[in-house]
């Protein structure tokens, strides 16, 4: 059985490879923009709570 990566894992790896709160916003609204469906399905699979999931999406319009 896999285990899904936390959001945390996925921030660090992204702050790993240099990337800023900015890049990261950025990253999330190009999802958006393309693949709005894919985005909350993989926001989802994070773990991250509705409301949370709600607000990102939100913001990444």
Known sequence: MSKNVSKNEWVDMFR???LTEENMMNWHCVFEKR???A????LQWLGIPA???TDIRRRSR
């Open 16 to 18: 790993e490879i240099g």
């Open 35 to 37: 693949h709005p469906e």
């Open 39 to 42: 985005h909350e399905a993989f």
């Open 51 to 53: 409301d949370e999931i």
